[in-house]
């Protein structure tokens, strides 16, 4: 199961993640604060961002890429795919119950 690494400006971040989490693409999504220094068309900047670890199952990995680049104000945002080479079982279901089933977790 994968957890997306994403980033966003504070002002987005949190509609971001609630986002993902109702519409049940992501079981839980943390956020971290963080300073990034980045390249972008020539300048360096350095902006505060916010890093959001979101969980989330195979089979909604492709429609939670799509819903955060639909809701992400950036141009280029950055959206990863990590994969767990270990996962504690029960939380591998808990996650996979929470992510696109109506049933209550």
């Known amino acids: 199961m994968p ?13 971001i993640a609630r986002t ?3 519409e049940r693409l992501a079981a839980c999504v943390n956020r971290f604060e ?4 980045y390249r ?4 360096v900047h ?21 819903r955060v680049e639909s809701l992400h104000p ?7 795919r990590f994969e767990e080479a270990d996962l504690l ?3 591998g279901d808990w996650r996979a119950g929470a992510v696109g089933s109506d049933e209550p977790v």
């Open 89 to 91: 079982d029960r939380f």
């Open 3 to 15: 957890t997306a690494y994403i980033t966003a400006p504070p002002d987005a971040a949190g509609d």
């Open 40 to 43: 972008w068309e020539g300048d």
């Open 74 to 80: 950036y141009d280029v945002p950055c959206i990863e």
């Open 34 to 37: 963080c300073d990034s220094v």
């Open 46 to 66: 350095e902006e505060a961002e916010v890093i959001l670890l979101a969980k989330t199952t195979d089979e909604r990995y492709p429609e939670l890429t799509e």
């Open 20 to 22: 993902l989490v109702d």
